[in-house]
C-alpha cells in the first residue's frame, strides 16, 4: 500500500480541492467584495443556485453512467412553458396550492416525456447519448417556442410569486419569529427590517438534494448507476437490467429539469422556451467541477453541490465587485478546465 | 472413487454455422475434485463451458445435474442450478469497492430500499475467510487498487458465495504473475477440498498437475481421453492435446 501514496494523496486531493476552493472564493469575496458575507447575500446565492443545482442533480446520476444528457436545458423550458400554460388555464378563482400543483404536475408530466424517449432509444437502440440528447435538444426547444408562440408566457396569479420568492421564516425585532408570512401588522416602511429566513427555492433544493443523495448513495439504484458507468459489460453480466436502469436515468435527468422548470415560474412568474438555455453548461460543469468523470463511474451529489455553489459565488461575486459580467464566462470556463486537469492528475498518478 | 458426477455431459454437440465446436463430447466433474479441462486453441473448451452456463446451449446430447437431466437455456438458469462461471475478462466494476462488487446485480436490501451495507460487508468477510483469501486489507477499497490476483481471487469469491455447487474457472491464472498464480491455485485446490466441484480451463500443465484430481482433453471439438491426474504424466496429456485418437475423423463429420 506504501507505493500507492502518492495515488492515495492525490485521489484525496481531488476529493478535497473543490471545497479548499469554493473556501477561497468566500474569503476573498468577503474581504473584497463589500455586502457578500451578510445573511441577506448568502442566502440571495443560495436561492439563486437552486435552479441550477437542480436541474444538475439528474445530470450527475446521467454522468456517473457515463452518459450524458445535453437536452435538460431545453427540457427545463419546454416543461416551464407547459406549466405556465396549465396555470393560466385554470378557471379564476382556483385557490393557489392546487394552481401550483398543476403547475407542478403539468410542467413534470411533459419534461419526463423527452427524458423517456432519450432513454428508449440510448437503450434499446444503442445511439449514444450525445447524439440523442443533441436531437432532443433541439426538439425540446422547438416544441417549447411553438408552445409559448415564441415570447415568454407571463404567469400573473395572485401569491405566485411569494412561493418562489417567499422565505420558510421571517423575523422582525419588536416580533419575533412568523412563519412564511411577514408578523401581522408590519407594513410599509417596516418590511424592510423584516429578515427573510431559508428561501422557499433553497428550501426546495436542499429537499432535492438530499434525496437524490440518497439514491445515489443508499438505494440499488444509485449503486447500480456507478456499475453501469464503470464497466457497463459487468452490469450486464451480473443481472442488472441495464436497459431499463438507462431509461430511468434520462427520465430522472428530464424530471429534475421539469422541477427546475416549474421553480423558474414561480419565481420568475412566467415561462420561457429559453430559460433553462444557458443552465445546461453550468449544470454540467458543476457536475464535473464536483468531481464527476464524463468517462463515468465517478461522482457524488455533495460534489456537485460545491461545484454548483463555486459557479454561483463566483458570479455573485464578480457583480459585487462590480466587474463587467462577461468575465463570469471566463471564470467559470478557467474553473471546469481546472478540475479537468486535477481528475488526469489523479488517473495518471494512479496507473 | 466411484461416486456419481455433480455435472455430466453425454454426447454434447454445438456449431457455429459451418464450425462444428463440440462433436458428442462426454465430460464430467465431480463433487471435492478439481477437474482440469485441457487441449488447444480452438479445441472447445471455451464453448464446452459456455454451453453448461446457458451462454450457447447445446445443440444435442444429454446435461445430468445431481443426477437429474436437466435444460440450460440461460445463465440464469445456471445460476439457480448452483453453477457459477468466473470468465477470463473477469467483469468486475473497477469503481466499485470489493463487497459491491461481489454482491452486484444481488444486492441486500434492508428495509423498504435501503442497500444492507453492513449484511454484505459481514457475508463478503466471512466468504473470504472461508477461501482464506487474507491478502485484501480492506473490502471496502475499490477493485481499481487490488493486484491482478486479488482481482481473480474476488471474481471466485463471489463465484461461491451463492450456494454455488459447480465452480468453472476459464484461465483464471492466464494473466498472473508466479505469486498470484500461486494464490489462485491454492485458492482453487480449496475449493474443491470445501466439497464444491471445479473445471479448472488452462494451458499451463504445470499448474494443472499442482491441482487438478483429473484431466479431460479436448481435441478439435471431441474429447480423446480423461486421466486420473495422479496416474499419468505431462508427456501423455500433451499427446493427447496434440495427437490424441479421434473418433470421428474431422473431415467424416456432418457440418451445418
Ligand atoms: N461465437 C462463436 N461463433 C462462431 N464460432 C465460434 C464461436 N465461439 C467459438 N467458435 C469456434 O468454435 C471453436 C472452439 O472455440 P473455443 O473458444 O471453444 O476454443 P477454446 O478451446 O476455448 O480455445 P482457446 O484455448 O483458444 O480459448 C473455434 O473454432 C472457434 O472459432
Ligand atoms: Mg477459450
Redesign the pocket.
Known sequence: MSGNNPAHLMRTLSRIWAWLFLLALVIFFSLTGEGFFSLFNLQAIGANVAILLIMALGQTFVIISAGIDLSTGFVMGLASVAGAMAMTALPPGTPLPLIALTGLAVGLGVGLIPGLVNGLIIAKLKVPAFIVTLGMFGIARGAGFLLSGGMPLPVSIQGLGRIGNGYLFYYYPSQGLSFLNPPAGVTGVELRQVTGILPHPLTFAVILVLAAHWLLKHSRFGLHTYAIGGNQEAAIRAGIPVDRRTVALYMLSAGTAALAGVLYNMRFTNGAANSGEALLLDSIAAVVIGGASLFGGEGTIIGTVIGALIIAVIQNGLVILGINPFWQFVAVGVVIILAVLVDQAKEQVAS | MAQEPLLQLKGVSKS??A?Q?LYRVDFAAYRGEVMALV??????????IKGVAGI?PFDEGEVYFDGQPVQIHNPREASALGIEVVYQDLALADNLDVVANMFLGREMIQKPWRLDEAAMERKALETLDSLAVTTIRSVRQPVAELSGGQRQSIAVAKAVMWNSKLVILD?PTAALGVAQTRQVLDLVRRLADNGLAVVL?S?NLHDIFEVADRITV?RL?QNVKEFIAADTTHEEVVHAITAGALRHVPGMVKNG
Open positions: 457455429f454455422g464450425v465446436a487441449g488447444d486453441n480452438g479445441a472447445g473448451k471455451s464453448t464446452l450457447y484461465e480451463i494451458h479436448l471439438g
